[in-house]
């Protein structure tokens, strides 16, 4: 007898089938429903509504089972999104402490450091460290790091960037720039540094150039020495002969200058800051859409204009002199240089040996990266005017005759007619070109400069000073008068090193 079916087992078999299908099942098991090879149409329709059920009902599951996993992707990926959007929002705000912890280090760095000041110039600002032993030897002041060398100058590090930054292009200039005529013809580019980086200048040259020993021969720019000291040792000389150094100060570039001072023993990094505020880039103002700029027309070299250029001049110029000095002791000439002014003397028998000074002295130069002015150079024997430095060396040192008659009538001139169309020599500055020359005159003959200042001192009672060009009242800088050379004294002198003794800088190193 067949198990009986329970309520649930039957309506099981109904879902899982359909009635009818169960029905017949059923009729068939109990004997109501024979069944045979070929079915009868009822039992066959049945037996498709049965296979077509299932196949619907495996098809409905799975519909039921995409939906039931779309529904939980579409879960997934908002929870996806979500988790994305809080990393996000964290990432954002870790971003942002960065950026913020960054600029707080790039002010403290700023505050602390200087490590760019423009492309070409940045490369070794990041070496610190200088040689103590060197510094201590000649005396030069020591920096630990860039804020102690500005704390000395009474700056800080804002200031430094702005003054040195090196730039192409730039809407400001730390210089006034203006010409000057040459005795000889042509004009000289003056760069004034302006007051703030003059300052610098002033402190570089006291501090740390004037700290340096010079070679005997040199007379420029040197306390105690001027144009009547390296006159004085060819005084009396058979022969002398002047040669003059082709655009000095723009020979010496910026990064000679940077040698220089990283000779001495300072770091790169200051080395590189101490260069920069020496040195000097001509520039050409252009006018473009209201706005002022500046335009970088060549590399950085010595300005003429500025206080430290002569004592660097100088110092790069040490092994000039010493090679110069041995040449000259070889041959039997006495040499002295003051600035581009070389002067050789000797004695009439000695005149065979001027074309071979010549020409390794023109070795000599060349091979110091300087340039021999071919159009100036001057030989003048005994029975001739000998001039050096425009003192006269003949027989006495003395200022040369016919420049002090002409400025004797000169003198008297404006003393009967007043300064109106009145000139001397090629200055625009008349009163600087007049007060110069007495102060020339004064360096050889004191009597004479005397009697020359009281007759200007009337002039100036009865006519006033005469009217000054304004570019160079705007300037309000010393005029370099090449009619005359005054004497120049350094505020600081020479310093011996911390030991107590003085070295020959270029050697030691």
């Known amino acids: 007898m067949a198990e009986k079916l329970s309520r649930q087992q039957i309506y099981d078999r109904i879902r899982a089938t359909s009635k009818d299908s169960y029905i017949l099942e059923e009729m068939q098991r109990l004997g109501f429903w024979e069944s045979s090879a070929t079915p009868s149409l009822s039992e066959l329709l049945i037996q498709r509504e049965l296979t077509a059920n299932q196949e619907l009902n495996n098809l409905l599951a799975q519909d039921r089972k995409y939906q039931n996993q779309e529904a939980m992707l579409k879960e997934m990926r908002k929870a996806r999104m979500k988790l994305a959007k809080e990393k996000r929002e964290v990432t954002k705000q870790k971003n942002k402490q960065k950026r913020a912890d960054k ?34 030897k000649f005396n030069l002041p020591f920096f630990n790091q860039v804020t102690d060398f500005a704390s000395a100058i009474g700056a800080d590090l804002s200031a430094l960037r702005y003054l040195l ?43 740390v150039l004037n700290r340096i020993e010079n070679n005997d021969e040199v007379h420029g720019f040197i306390k105690g020495r001027s144009i009547i000291s390296n006159a004085q040792p060819h005084l009396g000389k058979d022969i002398v002969i002047n040669v003059d150094l082709k655009d000095f100060f723009p020979s010496i570039s910026y990064k000679r200058v940077k040698g220089l001072f990283h000779k001495l023993g300072y770091a790169e990094q200051l080395s590189t800051i101490f260069a920069l505020i020496c040195t000097h880039a001509e520039t050409e103002k252009v006018e473009m859409d209201g706005a002022s700029y500046y335009v970088q027309k060549g590399n950085r070299v010595l300005p003429q204009g500025s206080p430290a250029s002569p004592a660097i001049s100088n110092l790069i110029a040490f092994k000039l002199d010493k ?41 000599i130069i060349e091979a110091e990266g300087f340039t021999m002015h071919p159009a100036k150079t001057h030989i003048m024997r005994k029975g001739n005017l000998q001039k050096v430095t425009g003192i006269v060396v003949n027989e006495k040192l003395n200022v040369q005759r016919d420049q002090l008659r002409k400025f004797r009538a000169f003198l008297h001139s404006v003393a009967l007619h007043g300064w109106e169309g009145k000139k001397w020599g090629n200055a625009r500055n008349l009163i600087n070109a007049v007060d110069g020359y007495i102060n020339f005159v004064k ?67």
């Open 103 to 136: 600029a707080d280090n790039w002010k403290n760095i700023q505050q602390q450091q200087i490590i760019y000041l423009g492309k070409g110039v940045s490369g070794g600002l990041n070496q610190t460290a200088s040689d103590l032993e060197i510094l201590s």
């Open 165 to 207: 930054y090196q730039r192409k292009v730039s809407q400001i200039s730390h210089y006034h720039t203006f010409e000057i005529p040459k005795k000889a013809g042509g004009k000289r580019l003056i760069s004034a540094p302006k007051t703030r980086l003059k300052e610098l200048q002033m402190w570089m040259l006291e501090n």
């Open 323 to 363: 090679k110069i000095r041995g040449l000259a002791a070889k041959f039997n000439f006495t040499y002295t240089r003051y600035a581009d002014d070389l002067s050789f003397s000797t004695v009439k028998e000695n005149e065979k040996n001027i074309a071979s000074l010549l020409f390794f002295l023109k070795k």
């Open 443 to 509: 360096m050889v003959n004191p009597d004479k400069a005397a009697a020359f200042k009281v007759q200007l001192e009337k002039i100036v009672v009865k006519y006033g000073y005469p009217v000054v060009e304004e570019e160079l009242v705007e300037v309000k800088t010393e005029t370099l008068v090449e009619e005359a050379v005054p004497e120049v004294e350094l505020e600081t002198p020479v310093s011996p090193s911390a030991d107590g003794k003085t070295y020959d800088w270029w050697n030691i190193l």
